[in-house]
């Protein structure tokens, strides 16, 4: 078989393993961008960010050992937790954002291997932004998950 990235099936199991999840039972789960009107209250969306200056994925992959037969695959896959309540409720949405995180950390706690699919899995970095609109106050917490991998070959 030729040479692959794990990035692909990584994606997957973790879609999998969330939407399995208990913690995420009424939120609604995409994997990547959808093409949808739907307007979930609560979202998290799953190697898409939701801004379309943010990379889904970032990635690099370096030789490992002397045999050169596979390479150590190292990235982030970005994701969303967002969340939009009726009214001017901020810290309930700000709460409900980081409750979806925490969940997404749950998950990795439980299998941080995915399944097999990589080495590690951890949650990375995050950031928040929460603001009032129209329909009332957004939270999304934007987050990497960050993978240690074999590349396959």
Known sequence: ???????????????ASVQAAP???GVTVWDGPQVSKAAP????T???????MDTDVDSS???EGLGGRIDREQFTIRCAAAVLIGGVKIAEARRQAY?????????????H????????????????????TSSGAQAVVV???DCDAFTGR
Do not use: C, N
Request: no cysteine.
């Open 23 to 25: 913690e995420f039972e």
């Open 1 to 15: 078989m030729a040479w692959f990235s794990r990035v692909p099936d990584t994606i997957d199991a973790l879609v």
């Open 99 to 111: 409750a979806m995180y925490a969940g997404v950390g749950a998950v990795l706690a439980r299998d």
């Open 46 to 52: 799953i190697g898409f960010t939701g801004d379309d």
């Open 143 to 145: 987050f990497g998950v």
């Open 41 to 44: 209250q609560r979202m998290l």
């Open 113 to 132: 291997k995915l399944g097999g699919a990589v080495m590690r899995a951890r949650l990375g970095t995050h950031t928040l932004r929460h603001t009032q």
């Open 61 to 63: 992959a370096l030789s």
